[in-house]
């Protein structure tokens, strides 16, 4: 009888730990806003983003997260402008990232990051946000370098 209780809790273990790396995630826990972005040829797409900004927030990221909804993504905010490097460890999803300038230019498009990767992926130049998105996003909506951002951190819309 023990070896099956114990069978039966390391099971429960193992089918419940992922899931607490899940849902314990900003991606879920913080407050969601509304990003649009606005591609060079004219095409636009919404996403309810999660922005963090706190040091443990950005260190941890989208680490462990397993599934994110289409229209789903985050942004890592920073307070000032400087050269920004990212890295996929921990990360199970791949990711396409957008490097973001003041006014909410992106500067860099980064395409299908290699997850659990700690190869270092650099802002090639100072941004204030990089914003995360599923892979192949990039690609089907056509977003580039140029492609501009409408949210409140950048000043950009209004606020409802």
Request: net charge negative; hydrophobic share 50%.
């Amino acid at each position: 009888m023990k070896r099956i209780c114990l069978g039966i809790t390391l099971v429960l273990v193992l089918a419940i730990f992922p899931i607490v790396g899940q849902v314990d995630s900003p991606l879920y826990l913080n407050e969601k806003s509304e990003l649009v972005v606005e591609t060079i040829d004219g095409a636009t797409a919404t996403f309810k983003i999660v922005v963090v900004t706190e040091s443990e927030d950005l260190a941890r990221g989208l680490m462990h997260i397993r599934f994110m909804p289409l229209d789903q993504g985050m942004m890592f905010l920073h307070d000032t402008r400087s050269n920004v490097s990212m890295w996929m460890k921990d990360t199970r999803l791949s990711l396409d990232m957008w490097f973001v300038a003041e006014g909410g230019s992106i500067t860099k498009v980064v395409k299908d990051a290699q997850p659990m990767s700690t190869d270092l992926i650099r802002s090639d130049g100072a941004v204030i946000a990089v914003v995360e998105v599923n892979a192949g996003l990039s690609s089907l909506i056509g977003v580039t370098p140029g492609a501009q951002l409408r949210h409140l951190a950048f000043a950009n819309v209004e606020n409802d």
